[in-house]
């Protein structure tokens, strides 16, 4: 008998038909086993992509058919509770696309469920903590060979965002992955966060006021500056400039095909977070997979995790009101040590 690991992903959208061809083409140690989707169409096309899947309407009918013995979440935040609540009571390991949820209010009560568990079961998917440069600034950091760590500058472009996206989603859905990885790379919690609105970009959807520059204070002083700009139009762009005592480093550099041609020199870049991170993504799932095979279940960000993030997001939320917003970061649990 197989001892791959029967994963059910829970929803067949843009993220979900991603991981499903991902675990499918290039995960070991796993299949998907379930497809947790009502929408028929997308249930359909994302089953192409995982031979032998069932397909569920609702998480409960594929935890009472026992088709799953892990759960990959990737609709929405705020269908995320929904998904996360009999997945915990049914003891399963769960890799939950971030955000947690969408409100640290309701992160606090599944942080309360799962503590009713021998141990973390939820892993977060902030996949830029396993993108290989993120992970080379945090070892540069840690190691003090440049010195002390002064300020990190990031731009985070995206060429457009569908209708749906709305003002707050600046932070909840995009500079929610700063919130995650800049106190990952600095090694200190955010202190407080500011908004500041630029001249806005008449090519914006109408209902956006954007770009934004995210200011946050760490902890230990450091200052952080995050240029948030979701209608850049020519492509996908995650960079960082960290600023050390003795020297610079940067990441997210466009690393594609150069070419020269009628007097241009030019680098292939991104359009897409599906290929800026696919390595990320990868590795992330990979790394869960084995986690969960040895029995450790968490390999990476944990539910604190996505609480601390949900406390950032509520103060990135009222920052873009003005003013500059404390974040009150609670001490973590035992439990999540
Ligand atoms: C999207 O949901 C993501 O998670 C991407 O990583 C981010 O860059 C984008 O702004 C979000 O809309």
């Known amino acids: 008998m197989s001892n791959d690991l029967r994963i059910g992903v829970v929803g067949a959208g843009q993220m979900g038909a991603d991981h499903i061809a991902r675990i499918t083409n290039r995960i070991s140690g796993a299949v998907v086993s379930a ?4 929408d028929k169409g997308r249930a359909d096309a994302a089953a192409a992509n995982a031979p032998g899947a069932a397909s569920f309407a609702r998480i409960e009918d594929a935890i009472a058919a026992d088709a799953v013995d ?4 990737a609709v929405p935040g705020q269908f995320h509770e929904p998904v996360l609540v009999p997945a915990l009571e049914a003891k399963l390991p769960i890799l939950c696309e971030k955000p947690l949820t969408p409100d640290s209010a309701s992160s606090w ?3 309360e469920l799962e503590q009713k568990l021998d141990k973390p079961h939820i892993q977060v ?3 830029r903590r396993f993108d290989p440069e993120y992970a080379a600034l945090r070892a540069l950091v840690a190691s003090g060979d440049a010195g002390d760590l002064m300020m990190l500058r990031g731009v985070h472009r995206n060429p457009s965002v569908p209708g749906s996206y709305t003002e707050s989603m600046l932070i909840t859905d995009s500079v929610v992955h700063e919130f995650d990885v800049v106190p990952w790379v600095a090694g200190s919690t955010i202190k407080s966060v500011e908004v500041k609105y630029p001249r806005r970009n008449s090519l ?3 209902h956006l006021r954007e770009p934004i520059l995210v200011l946050m204070e760490l902890e230990n002083g450091v200052l952080v500056d995050v240029e948030m700009n979701v209608s850049v139009q020519f492509g996908y762009q995650v960079a960082t400039e960290a600023v050390f005592e003795k020297g ?6 466009p690393s594609g095909l150069q070419t020269w041609r009628d007097g241009t020199f ?3 870049d991104h359009v897409s977070f599906t290929t800026r991170f696919a390595t990320a993504y990868d590795a992330q799932i990979q790394r869960w997979v084995d986690a969960v095979h040895g029995s450790t ?3 990476g960000p944990n539910a604190w995790d996505g609480y601390l993030v949900a406390l950032a997001c509520e103060a990135g939320v009222k920052a873009l009101d003005g003013g500059i917003i404390p974040v009150e970061s609670p001490e973590r649990p035992a439990f999540y040590a």
Do not use: H, T, W
Not at 35 to 38: A, K
């Open 248 to 253: 610079l480093a940067r990441i997210g550099q």
């Open 125 to 127: 998917g902030f996949m």
């Open 297 to 299: 279940l968490v390999d």
């Open 109 to 111: 009560s599944i942080l």
């Open 70 to 73: 892990a759960v990959l979440i």
């Open 35 to 38: 497809v947790v989707e009502p």
């Open 204 to 206: 914006s959807p109408e």
């Open 266 to 268: 030019s680098i292939a």
